[in-house]
């Protein structure tokens, strides 16, 4: 657990986050038949995808890099950023091809093609986030969490809580 507040969030997105990738890995894991998209735990796991990664890509992303990492620059510690940003220059667009093809699995279903799509995005997804919490989990939210004086935290928490 963390004291600062924007840390111990973004800890428990990454706990969202890598619950929701094991059930992915689950999904694309029984790779032999098509699943039934009309399956109401499919549905359910396809719009959570949906939902969950465009969050990740889009929210989570954008307040690390517009906030935290500037944040880690002013005060001269600039290669977590730029590592982590070159990161989730390569997640974005694979997360976003994810989230388009789970709403469309949800409201069309699969083929094949959709289907082997789906597998090969969401298997390479799923394998760059869990290295990439892994890393924001071990380095930059205990960096956070002590080189933030708690003025800091308040401002980046508010702006985060938008």
């Not at 549905?43 to 500037?70: I, M, P, S, W, Y």
Request: aromatic share 6%; glycine share 6%; charged share 30%.
């Amino acid at each position: 657990m963390f004291s600062n507040p924007i840390s111990q969030t973004l800890h428990e997105e990454h706990c969202a986050t890598i619950a929701l990738m094991e059930r992915l890995e689950g999904l694309i894991g029984r790779r032999r038949a098509l699943p039934d998209a009309g399956d109401p735990m499919t549905k359910q796991l396809l719009r959570e995808l949906a939902v969950g990664v465009e969050a990740e890509v889009k929210r989570h992303f954008d307040f690390e890099e517009n906030h935290l990492f500037t944040y880690l620059e002013s005060i001269g510690d600039h290669a977590i950023g730029a590592h982590l940003t070159e990161e989730h220059s390569m997640m974005r667009p694979l997360g976003e091809r994810l989230a388009a093809l789970a709403r469309t699995a949800e409201s069309e279903g699969f083929d094949k093609a959709r289907w082997d799509e789906f597998c090969r995005v969401g298997a390479e997804f799923i394998e760059r986030m869990l290295v990439h919490v892994q890393k924001e989990e071990m380095a930059l939210l205990p960096l956070i969490d002590d080189a933030m004086d708690s003025d800091t935290h308040a401002r980046l928490f508010e702006a985060y809580s938008r």
